[in-house]
């Protein structure tokens, strides 16, 4: 090694130490500072009579929060994007309908994002159950995306921003199309495929949308759209067309305004008043009064501090009923990523629920659009083991259920799904990428000998050769006949019956009640109640099965509560698209090429 390279060994290795110093003695900083925080700090939060209740999330809703792999990730995560619980803020609202001290919710919705239809009504269910306690709800925003409006709209009162606006964008949106890139790059896709509608593939394969996946899609989104329209004119005592006039003429409305686009909210009576935010506080301290200039109320994480666990004790004399979160696009591992449903991370919990006799049943909470079809079927596997040894597994449908998200809730013993859930998408296909011509063009060649077809026909700088395109096509006719066979099987249907609802076509959940897919619509409570039933329990235990956090990740959740820090789930919102087309195209690594996604369903 000559002189110089020594130096700058040298210097590197002092640089690495100076940056681990640096971080480290940032770590030690917040870490004195949350042990000041907890032993010195000031007053703990208190419930004070004739409270609001102040919901004000800041970040993506999600069925389930995950802890970040490590201390630095956390400390790099924009505090704009944090995972919010659904279920943390149901049960808030639940514990206030009842709670002496709370006189009314303010909800501030427009930092809340990745809000779903399905989640958006089971949370105006719970709100509805406030307001028949006698208790008041007032929403204010600065700006409503439709599905935060959604919520806010069985509000008593609605208040925006003078400058504030409201825009409905409807269901639905653009994919990339990378046809002609990647035959301008020569870049060969060999695309291996079953079922008419299955159009996860098309981006690879066409510069457009096709007929098939236009009918799905479009059929999809108009019976949500309906939903979300005669729910706000039902909440807002308007007519459906005229929220629907809102949304497609948005633009004359607009005109007749001089752009003013809080005031064509007002003038289309989706909200009350526009008002500023101190002209807003003075109206809710006008109710509630105020306490140290402040008014008198308590935020959501402070209440949940204080009251999350009061109607939830667990009874040592009843059996137990266990959930288990399925989330996220399915793959083999990727555990500890919040938008990876990891195989092995559940089957691992799926088997332990299995050896518990203390379970007497399994709810599998799914919002995934599916991902690798050996994955999917490990995971199905293992809840039939379960169900072998006598207790009922019941599969409940969030915001997604479809494709691989589907074919882990084939052999249920029942399936509830929300009216808006996307599911179906009963179909299989396979991608892969070879890049002999790419490199043929910078004077690379593949060349070599075999013993096997296989030997040199599977390598991506040579080709597919026939007997490998065979193998891969018969495999995926393979898994979709597999799949037809599990919907049968689970469902009580013919295949033939089958075959009219699979091909790869989505269908929403309301749909699919109709064609057999699912067998009640609700949400979890709905599914709890059907596995008690199932499992002869007349009380029971709701356990939550998620994977226990190590030290380090409690550490982590300790920090991140203590100093406002979040649980990234997304990037800013101008990122979010380019994002989900990333996402989606990471998704295609599974190693059989063998993949149950549902394209429509990730947008």
Do not use: C
């Given at each position: 090694m000559s002189e110089s390279n020594g130096f700058f060994s040298k210097l590197g290795h002092r640089i690495t130490q100076a940056r681990t110093f640096a971080v480290n003695s940032i770590f030690v900083v917040i870490v004195f500072s949350i042990l000041i925080s907890i032993f010195g700090g000031g007053p703990a939060p208190t419930i004070r009579d004739n409270s609001a209740l102040l919901v004000h999330p800041m970040g993506v809703l999600v069925e389930q929060s995950v802890a970040p792999s490590n201390w630095q990730d956390a400390l790099l995560q924009d505090p704009s994007t944090a995972s919010i619980e659904i279920g943390q803020m149901l049960h808030a609202i639940r514990i206030a309908a009842t709670d002496d001290k709370i006189k009314m919710i303010v909800l501030r919705l427009d930092d809340l994002y990745g809000v779903s239809l399905a989640q958006a009504k089971r949370i105006v269910s719970a709100l509805q159950e406030f307001q028949k306690s006698g208790k008041?709800?007032?929403?204010?925003?600065?700006?409503?995306?439709?599905?935060?409006?959604?919520?806010?709209?069985?509000?008593?009162?609605?208040?925006?921003?003078?400058?504030?606006?409201?825009?409905?964008?409807?269901?639905?949106?653009?994919?990339?199309?990378?046809?002609?890139?990647?035959?301008?790059?020569?870049?060969?896709?060999?695309?291996?495929?079953?079922?008419?509608?299955?159009?996860?593939?098309?981006?690879?394969?066409?510069?457009?949308?096709?007929?098939?996946?236009?009918?799905?899609?479009?059929?999809?989104?108009?019976?949500?759209?309906?939903?979300?329209?005669?729910?706000?004119?039902?909440?807002?005592?308007?007519?459906?067309?005229?929220?629907?006039?809102?949304?497609?003429?948005?633009?004359?409305?607009?005109?007749?305004?001089?752009?003013?686009?809080?005031?064509?909210?007002?003038?289309?009576?989706?909200?009350?008043?526009?008002?500023?935010?101190?002209?807003?506080?003075?109206?809710?301290?006008?109710?509630v009064g105020r306490h140290e200039n402040e008014i008198n109320g308590i935020g959501l994480p402070s209440y949940l501090a204080i009251r999350g666990f009061e109607d939830e004790e667990y009874d040592a004399n009843v059996p137990d009923i266990g959930v288990i979160v399925v989330q996220g696009a399915i793959l083999e591992s990727g555990q500890g990523l919040s938008d990876v449903a990891s195989a092995e991370d559940l089957v691992g919990r799926i088997r332990q629920a299995r050896f518990n006799e203390d379970i007497k049943a399994l709810v599998l909470r799914v919002d995934s659009p599916g991902g690798s079809a050996y994955a999917s079927e490990q995971i199905r596997h293992e809840l039939e083991l379960f169900q072998i040894t006598g207790r009922p597994v019941v599969a409940s449908f969030a915001n997604v259920a479809a494709s691989g998200g589907y074919w882990?809730?084939?052999?249920?013993?029942?399936?509830?799904?929300?009216?808006?859930?996307?599911?179906?998408?009963?179909?299989?296909?396979?991608?892969?990428?070879?890049?002999?011509?790419?490199?043929?063009?910078?004077?690379?060649?593949?060349?070599?000998?075999?013993?096997?077809?296989?030997?040199?026909?599977?390598?991506?700088f040579s080709g597919l050769n026939p007997q490998t395109k065979a193998i891969i096509q018969s495999s995926v006719e393979y898994g979709y006949g597999q799949f037809v066979d599990l919907v049968a099987r689970g469902r009580g249907m013919d295949k033939a019956e089958v075959e009219k609802v699979a091909q790869g076509r989505v269908w929403q959940g309301s749909k699919a009640l109709e064609l057999g897919l699912v067998d009640a619509l609700g949400d979890t409570d709905v599914a709890l109640a059907k596995a008690a039933e199932l499992a002869g329990l007349e009380q029971f235990n709701s356990v939550d099965l998620r994977r226990p956090l190590d030290p380090q990740s409690i550490l982590i959740m300790g920090l991140m509560d203590s100093f406002g820090l979040t649980l990234s789930a997304s990037t800013k919102p101008w990122l979010r698209g380019i994002q989900k087309q990333l996402t989606t195209l990471a998704l295609f690594t599974d190693r059989r090429h063998t993949f149950a996604l549902c394209l429509a369903c990730t947008n």
């Open positions: 008041r709800i007032v929403s204010y925003a600065s700006n409503f995306e439709q599905n935060q409006y959604y919520i806010a709209s069985i509000s008593d009162e609605i208040y925006m921003n003078p400058w504030g606006q409201m825009l409905f964008t409807g269901y639905g949106g653009n994919n990339l199309y990378l046809k002609e890139m990647l035959s301008k790059l020569d870049i060969n896709m060999h695309i291996f495929r079953v079922g008419e509608f299955k159009s996860a593939t098309e981006p690879f394969s066409r510069i457009n949308m096709s007929d098939q996946a236009r009918q799905a899609s479009t059929s999809l989104y108009q019976g949500i759209w309906q939903e979300l329209i005669d729910g706000i004119a039902l909440h807002r005592q308007l007519t459906s067309a005229q929220v629907d006039d809102y949304a497609q003429n948005f633009d004359v409305l607009l005109a007749r305004t001089s752009g003013d686009m809080a005031r064509v909210a007002l003038e289309a009576n989706l909200v009350d008043e526009l008002l500023t935010q101190d002209q807003v506080e003075a109206r809710i301290a006008g109710v882990i809730s084939a052999t249920s013993d029942a399936i509830v799904a929300e009216s808006t859930t996307i599911t179906g998408s009963i179909g299989i296909f396979g991608v892969i990428p070879t890049f002999e011509d790419s490199l043929s063009r910078l004077g690379v060649y593949s060349d070599g000998v075999g013993t096997a077809p296989l030997s040199r026909g599977s390598d991506p």
